[in-house]
């Protein structure tokens, strides 16, 4: 049988195994915040794609990453917040189009996993964010601390007001 | 950063962690193969040539210069295929700039 010739711009086998690995290692992570701070399964797969597609790109410019999960993460930040806002304008516009009735929230220990999802999305993205990267992401305040610029107090404050905020919006939504 | 959370913060986490979207098992397969397609990202970094042609040729705006003048002044920063670019554009190339001789395929061996 003819071997088939090489695609131009495929990565060859050890760039595939090095993707392969980091994906293994990184992507239920990464989908999984992605997942939360954007509210949306399509666009979450789509978004770890994009991650890992960049990461790709790079090729040669990885051995320069000192931290992968960190590289990961900041990418996987940036296309979450660009989709993010993207479906908040395409909400806001689909909210004019058809103004729907929601069923009411109901409380997550009942069991409802869709109020507790209508009051993360009404978070602010910072606090989401750092949510998102504590419970999905796995990671540490240290961590979230040098993904977000700030100090690890910070991120730790941050996460305590998110979930402060998130519980009083799933008691003002009521069982 | 240590304090432990009140129980009501602690409980509303755990269910935050229960409702923890797991990876698509199909994702994986599609995934890799995009990503195994994508191409090198250009370097997008501005040569040290371009940005000395930059400043020559504001110089040139600036000191009245004539724009070949200003660019015969800042080839030498150019990398070498650059150089030769601006070379070709200013004046007669230097050997090493010109484009090689096509070799006469008709006497190769099938």
Redesign the interface.
Known sequence: MAKAPA?????GPQ??AA??AA??TW??QL??TA??LIGD?AD??EC??EV??????????LASVDDLGAYLFTSLRHRAAARSRQGQRQSALHLRAAPAAEPAATH??RGD?RG??RALQRLPLEQREV?ALK??GELT?AEIAVLLGVS??TA?SRY?YA??R??AA?EEDGP | MSTPLPPDLAQLERALEAARAPLPPDLRARVLAVAADARPAPDRRLSTGWFAAGVAVAAAVFLNLSTSAALALAEPAFDAPDRCAVARALHEPPEHCLEPSRPDLSQEKP
């Open positions: 695609r131009r711009g495929a990565l760039g595939a993707l392969a994906y293994d992507a239920p989908f999984a997942r939360r399964t979450a797969e770890v794609q890992f597609v960049k990461f790709a790109e790079r090729r040669g410019g997550p220990d996993a507790l999802e949510l419970i999905d305040f690890p107090n730790a305590r979930l402060a998130l519980k799933l």
